[in-house]
């Protein structure tokens, strides 16, 4: 079935550094979403995309479209304690309708 | 505006014994989802509902796990008999008919002993 890589797949960070991950898949995306999941929680939208080539913003996460459709990133400026989590991003391949969610990268920040 | 609504948030059974879960969806949202998310590992679509009725189980393991949603609004997931592999959150979805934003409860952390 299809798959989306997820890289780094954890990342040890000090706090106040930026953070960068990316999304690649085999296939045609026409969205892509990056949700956040926290311990004993499910996981919350943080920013879709619906176009090639966007880049959005939510405060300090930033995350771009790849011109390609086949992959996707999400940037953390200035990272602080409560950007503790996994990050997985999520996508329709084409032609499909249902949710196909990456393997996910597990932030840990540093004090 | 509430947000999707799991329960239990925990439950703990032996291997073989039944276990069910409850979910209820953001008001209005016609579309329902069961995750199964295992540790270390992202969602796994299980079941998807469009009002009540069922749009895709292909993945569900149907010997064991069935899934209603009677009314179009709460739905349940069962397991009958649970097996070890079972182990795992069990996450609910919901989002407006035709969109990819899904949103999640909490989830109910299964432990099958």
């Known amino acids: 079935g299809q798959q989306l890589n997820q890289s780094p797949q954890s990342m040890f960070i000090q706090e106040g550094e930026d953070v960068s991950m990316n999304c690649t898949s085999s296939?045609?995306?026409?969205?892509w979403l990056w949700y956040k999941q926290e311990p004993g929680e499910g996981p919350v939208l943080l920013i879709a995309?619906?176009?090639?080539?966007e880049l959005t913003s939510n405060g300090r996460l930033t995350a771009q479209f790849g011109i390609t459709r086949k992959d996707s990133f999400l940037n953390i400026s200035a990272s602080i304690p409560s950007d503790v989590g996994i990050y997985f991003c999520?996508?329709?391949?084409?032609?499909?309708?249902?949710?196909?969610f990456g393997t996910g990268t597990r932030l840990t920040i540093i004090p | 505006e509430a947000g999707v609504a799991q329960s239990p948030r925990y439950k703990i059974i032996e291997k073989r014994q039944s276990v069910a879960f409850w979910c209820n969806p953001i008001?209005?949202?016609?579309?329902l989802y069961w995750y199964q998310q295992i540790l270390g590992q992202g969602p796994k679509l299980l079941i998807q509902?469009?009002?009540?009725?069922?749009?895709?189980d292909s993945q569900l393991p149907k010997d064991r796990f069935s899934a209603e949603r009677l009314k179009g609004v709460d739905s349940t997931l069962k397991i009958q008999p649970a097996k070890l592999e079972d182990s795992a959150v069990y996450l609910c979805a919901s989002c407006l008919p035709g969109e990819n934003i899904q949103y999640f409860g909490a989830g109910t952390r299964l432990s099958v002993l």
């Open positions: 008001s209005g949202h016609a579309t």
């Open positions: 509902f469009q009002n009540n009725g069922v749009v895709d």
């Open positions: 296939s045609i995306f026409n969205t």
């Open positions: 999520a996508g329709p391949p084409r032609g499909n309708e249902k949710l196909t």
């Open positions: 995309l619906y176009k090639a080539g």
